[in-house]
C-alpha cells in the first residue's frame, strides 16, 4: 500500500501533533474536527481589559525527547523567543479548612487531633501494598479507614460524582495526584520513605525536598507562553506548522461512514460536506464508538459517565492574597471548586492583572446552577481572595463531556471498543486519551509518538 492519504481525527494536541508527525509521510493529510476550533480545552481568551485566561490549568513540561519537544515548542531559539521556562511550579493545596504552601497533595496533618492520631496509626500498621483494583479497597489498605472515610471518600464524591468502589484504581488515583498524602512532619517522613511502601504513598512535606529528590539529568522543566497569549498560544503554533506541512483542516465537520475492503478503511465520508476522501490510514484521537458507529459496527448503549468542566474567570482590581502558587489544588469537599490558576504567578506579564480562572467538576444538570458569585465567595472564603477587592471582570464558561469518571465500566468499554476496531481494520490506530494508556499531555504526546512510529502501515513501505 502507498503512503498517500492519512486522515486525522479530532483537532486536540495529540490530533494536531499527529498531523504535523503524518505530514511527513503521507503527501496528503487531513485533519478533522467537529467543533469550529481547534486545540480542544487548550485554548485562551481576553476580558475586555487584555486578561487572558486559559480554560484551566495547562502548563506544559518538555517531553525530554528532542524530536517530539522541536515539534511542541520549536528550536531552541524559538523557545527562548516564545515561552517562559520554570525549572519547578510551586503548588499548593487546601484540605480540611487549612493551606499547606509546599504541596499539591492532601495534608493529614490538617485533621483534628483525635482523628489525625487515629489515621496515622492505621497508616503506619499498614506496609504493604495493596493489590487492589477498585479504588475503595485500594485506599483502605494504603491509607486505612479513617483517611478513607474523612478525606478520600468525600473528595471522590466531589471529582467524580461516584463512590470509591465504582472506581478502578490504576487510574482514579492518578488523574488527580492522589497516590500520596502528607502525613507526617519532615524528619519522621524522610525516615518512613527509606521503606519503599510508604515512599510510595508518603508526600514530602516541602517543596524543596520535592525537588531535590529529582533526577536533574531528566528533569522535565515546564513551559508557559510569553506575552499574555495563554497556553492558546501553543494550539495556534501547531495549527500553523501543520498548515505550512500541507495539512488540509476541516472545522465543524464529522467522519460519517468509514468504507473498507479486506479489513483496511478505503475511504471516509464526512457528515456535512458529504464529501469522500481515500484513506491509506487513519489516526482517531476522538472516542472510538463514533469510528465504530461510522463502520456500522455496533457499540451498544455509553456505560461511560462524563462530568461537565464549569470554569470561572475573575479578574479583581486588588493583588491576589497567593503571591507564590500558579496553581491550588483545593481537596475540600466542602467546596465547589478544585483547582484555580493563579495567573500573575504563572505569567511574568500578568503581573498587575489580578487574576485567576476557578474549576468545578459537575453533572451536566448540577452545572448550570453554579454561579459566578458562589465560587468568588469560595475564592474569598479559602483566602485566596481579598474580601475588598472588587471584580473587574467575570466569566462563566460550561463545557459538557469534558472528563470520564474512571469506573469499572468506562475502562471495560474503552477496552471493548478499542479492540473492536483492532480486529475489524488494520490502518487504524486510536491515539491520545481515548488509547485509555495515558491521561497526562506528556505520556500522551510520547505514547502517541511511539504508536506513530513503530505502526506498520505507516513505518513500512
Given at each position: 500500500?502507498?503512503k498517500?492519504n ?5 483537532g ?5 501533533f499527529?498531523?504535523?508527525l503524518?505530514?511527513d509521510?503521507f ?6 474536527e467537529r ?21 484551566g490549568t495547562?502548563?506544559?513540561n ?8 522541536e ?7 524559538e523557545?527562548e523567543q ?6 519547578y511550579?510551586?503548588?499548593?493545596a487546601?484540605?480540611?479548612?487549612k493551606?499547606?504552601?509546599?504541596t499539591?497533595?492532601m495534608?493529614a ?26 479504588l475503595?479497597?485500594h485506599?483502605?489498605e494504603t ?5 478513607c472515610?474523612?478525606?478520600f471518600?468525600p473528595?471522590v464524591?466531589?471529582l467524580?460524582g461516584?463512590?470509591a468502589?465504582?472506581?478502578v484504581?490504576?487510574s482514579?488515583?492518578s488523574?488527580?495526584g492522589?497516590?500520596?498524602i502528607v502525613?507526617?512532619e519532615?524528619e519522621?517522613?524522610?525516615?518512613l ?11 514530602y512535606?516541602?517543596?524543596d525536598?520535592y525537588?531535590?529528590?529529582r ?9 508557559y ?6 497556553v492558546?498560544f ?5 495549527e ?17 461512514s468509514?468504507?473498507s475492503?479486506?479489513g ?6 464526512l ?6 476522501l ?5 489516526a ?12 456500522g459496527?455496533?457499540v451498544?448503549p455509553?456505560?461511560?459517565i462524563?462530568r461537565?468542566a464549569s470554569v470561572?474567570h475573575?479578574?479583581f482590581d ?7 502558587s500558579?496553581?491550588?489544588?483545593n481537596?475540600?469537599p466542602?467546596?465547589?471548586s478544585?483547582r484555580?490558576?493563579l495567573?500573575?504567578?504563572?505569567d511574568p506579564?500578568a503581573?498587575?492583572d ?5 474549576e468545578?467538576?459537575s ?5 448550570d446552577g453554579i ?10 472564603r479559602?483566602e485566596l481572595?481579598?474580601p475588598a ?5 467575570q ?5 459538557h ?5 474512571p469506573t ?8 471493548t471498543?478499542?479492540e473492536?476496531l483492532?480486529?475489524?481494520f488494520?490502518n487504524?490506530?486510536?491515539?491520545g486519551r481515548f488509547?485509555?494508556k495515558?491521561?497526562f499531555?506528556?505520556?500522551?504526546l510520547?505514547?502517541a ?6 505502526f506498520p ?5
Open positions: 500500500m502507498g498517500n492519512c486522515i486525522v481525527v479530532g486536540g494536541l495529540v490530533g494536531l499527529s498531523s504535523i503524518l505530514a509521510r503527501s496528503s493529510v487531513t485533519l478533522i467543533a469550529p476550533h481547534l486545540g480542544g480545552l487548550l485554548r485562551s481568551s481576553n476580558d475586555s481589559n487584555g486578561a487572558c485566561f486559559d480554560l495547562h502548563v506544559p518538555f517531553t525530554l525527547k528532542p524530536e517530539v519537544d515539534i511542541l515548542f520549536g528550536t531552541k531559539e523557545i516564545n515561552w517562559t521556562i520554570f525549572e511550579i510551586y503548588p499548593a487546601y484540605s480540611a479548612g493551606w499547606n504552601p509546599e499539591s497533595i495534608d496533618r490538617h485533621l483534628d487531633e483525635p482523628l489525625y492520631e487515629k489515621a496515622v496509626e492505621e497508616l503506619l500498621e499498614r506496609s504493604s501494598e495493596s493489590q487492589a483494583t477498585n475503595a479497597e485506599v483502605l491509607f486505612g479507614p479513617t483517611l472515610e474523612n478525606l471518600a473528595l464524591r466531589k467524580y461516584v463512590e468502589q465504582e472506581l484504581t490504576s482514579s488515583v488523574y488527580f492522589l497516590t500520596k502525613a507526617f519532615r519522621r517522613t524522610q525516615e520513605m527509606q521503606n519503599e511502601v510508604f515512599a510510595a504513598k508518603l508526600g512535606t516541602t517543596h525536598d525537588n531535590t529528590s533526577n536533574d539529568r531528566f528533569r522535565d522543566y515546564y513551559l507562553p510569553k506575552g499574555r497569549n495563554g492558546g501553543w494550539m495556534k503554533r501547531l500553523q506548522l501543520a498548515q505550512e506541512k500541507g495539512v488540509r483542516i476541516c472545522l465543524n465537520e464529522f467522519v460519517s468509514l468504507e475492503k479486506d483496511s478503511v478505503t475511504s471516509v465520508q457528515g456535512e460536506s458529504k464529501e469522500t481515500p484513506c491509506d490510514f487513519v482517531w484521537t476522538a472516542p472510538p464508538a463514533f469510528a465504530l458507529q461510522a463502520a459496527v455496533p451498544g455509553p456505560k461511560s462524563f461537565t470561572f475573575y479578574s486588588k493583588p491576589l492574597l497567593n503571591k507564590r500558579a496553581y491550588i489544588w481537596w475540600d466542602s467546596f465547589l478544585f484555580v490558576t495567573y500573575p504567578n504563572i506579564q503581573e498587575n489580578y487574576s485567576l480562572t476557578a468545578v467538576l453533572s451536566p444538570e448540577e452545572a454561579s459566578l458569585e458562589q465560587i468568588h465567595e469560595e475564592l474569598v479559602c481572595v481579598d477587592a472588587q471584580v473587574r471582570t466569566s462563566k464558561v460550561v463545557i463531556n469534558t472528563f470520564p469518571a469499572e465500566a468506562h475502562h471495560a468499554e474503552v477496552k471498543q478499542n473492536l483492532s480486529n475489524h488494520d487504524i490506530r486510536v491515539l488509547a485509555g495515558a491521561w499531555h506528556k505520556d500522551v510520547l505514547e509518538w511511539g504508536a506513530l512510529t513503530e502501515k505507516i513505518s513500512g513501505d
